[in-house]
C-alpha cells in the first residue's frame, strides 16, 4: 500500500470529534499539540549534524513517521520529508521520493543513494506517534467537554416561580439588586393580594458538580498516555507509599515501546552511517533523576 492511499485512508477514518462542536475542535487540538510535544521531547538526538535543521527533523520523524536522508548537489547532505515507492522482498520500499519548495522533486533509491530513519514499521507502512497521540486527544477533549458542562450546570442554583410577569420581573429585579450587593432589598406590596414571590426550587449545586471527578481522570488519562511514551509516572491515586516492585514494574511498560523506537531509529542511523560515514547521530531517551 502506498503513502499517498495511506494518508487518503487515515484523514477519511480521522478520529478527532470535528462534527460535534467547535469548542470541541479546539478541546482536541489543543490536546493533539500538547501531548505530541511532550512525546516528541522525551527524545534526545546527540551529535545532530550541524547541515540538518533538528526542529524540522524532530517534527519530520514523529508526524509523519519517518525521515528521509540523502545527498543533494545544492545542499549536501540533507534530511527531508519524502514519500516512498517500490517494494522489496520483505515488502518495505525501495525507492524515497523528495518533493521540496526549493529543492524540486528527485527520486533516490533506498540503501544506495539514499536511507529512510523511521520509529516504526506495521502492516506493510511506516508508523507515526499521531495515532497514539490522536486517541488520547480525543479522551481528554472529551473530558473537557464533560467540565465544562458540569461548571454550567453548578451554576444554576435556584430557580423562581411566579404566577404572572410582574411578579417574574419583580423577582429578577430583586436577585439583581442582591448579587449587586445592597445590604437590602424592597418591594412594594399590591394591596396584600399575590404578594408572595411564588416557589422557590434549590438545586443541589454539589451533587452536580463533578469536577474534581473529571480532573483525576484527566491526569490518569495523562498518566496513562506518559506510559505508552516511555515517560515514567506513578500511581497518583494511591495514597501509600509505593513500594520498589511496584515502581520498577511501571518502568518496565514504561520503556518497552518506547525503546523499540529508539532501537528503530539508531539502526536507521547505522544504515545512514554506511552511507554517509560523517553522520554521528545517536537517538536516546531522556533520563531524569528522582526518587521515590
Known amino acids: 500500500m502506498n503513502k499517498g492511499f495511506k494518508d487518503l485512508q487515515s484523514n477519511f477514518f480521522y478520529s478527532a470529534p470535528k462534527n460535534v462542536y467547535a469548542k470541541s475542535n479546539l ?112 479522551m481528554l477533549a472529551n473530558v473537557d467537554a464533560s467540565m465544562n458542562v458540569t461548571l454550567i450546570n453548578s451554576r444554576v442554583a435556584m430557580v423562581f416561580t411566579g404566577s404572572n410577569k410582574a411578579e417574574v420581573k419583580s423577582a429578577q429585579k430583586m436577585y439583581d439588586e442582591v448579587s449587586e450587593g445592597k445590604p437590602a432589598v424592597f418591594r412594594l406590596k399590591d394591596n396584600g393580594i399575590n404578594n408572595s414571590l411564588g416557589e422557590v426550587f434549590f438545586n443541589n449545586v454539589k451533587n452536580n458538580y463533578i469536577g474534581n471527578d473529571l480532573l483525576v481522570t484527566q491526569q490518569t488519562i495523562i498518566n496513562s498516555f506518559c506510559t505508552y511514551i516511555g515517560i515514567e509516572n506513578v500511581n497518583f491515586e494511591k495514597k501509600e507509599r509505593l513500594v520498589k516492585d511496584e515502581v520498577n514494574s511501571n518502568n518496565q511498560m514504561t520503556r518497552t515501546l518506547a525503546q523499540m ?32
Do not use: Q
Request: glycine residues 4%; contains cysteine; proline residues 2%.
Open 261 to 292: 523506537w529508539v532501537d528503530n531509529i539508531n539502526d536507521g542511523l547505522d544504515r545512514v552511517r554506511l552511507l554517509y560515514p560523517n553522520v554521528k547521530t545517536r537517538c536516546k531517551m531522556r533520563s531524569f533523576e528522582h526518587e521515590i
Open 27 to 138: 478541546s482536541y487540538r489543543y490536546w493533539f499539540n500538547y501531548l505530541m510535544r511532550l512525546a516528541i521531547s522525551n527524545f534526545v538526538f546527540e551529535d545532530f549534524l550541524l547541515e540538518w535543521d533538528l526542529d524540522f527533523f524532530k517534527n519530520t520523524l514523529f508526524y509523519d513517521g519517518y525521515v528521509g536522508i540523502t545527498e543533494h548537489y545544492k545542499c549536501g547532505l540533507v534530511a527531508l520529508n519524502c514519500s516512498y515507492s517500490g517494494v522489496n522482498i520483505y515488502r518495505k520500499p525501495t525507492r524515497l521520493i523528495f518533493s521540496n519548495p526549493v529543492l524540486g522533486t528527485f527520486n533516490r533509491k533506498i540503501g544506495i543513494n539514499s536511507e529512510v530513519v523511521y520509529i516504526d514499521w506495521y502492516d506493510t507502512t511506516f508508523e507515526s506517534l499521531t495515532n497514539i497521540v490522536s486517541r488520547f486527544a480525543v
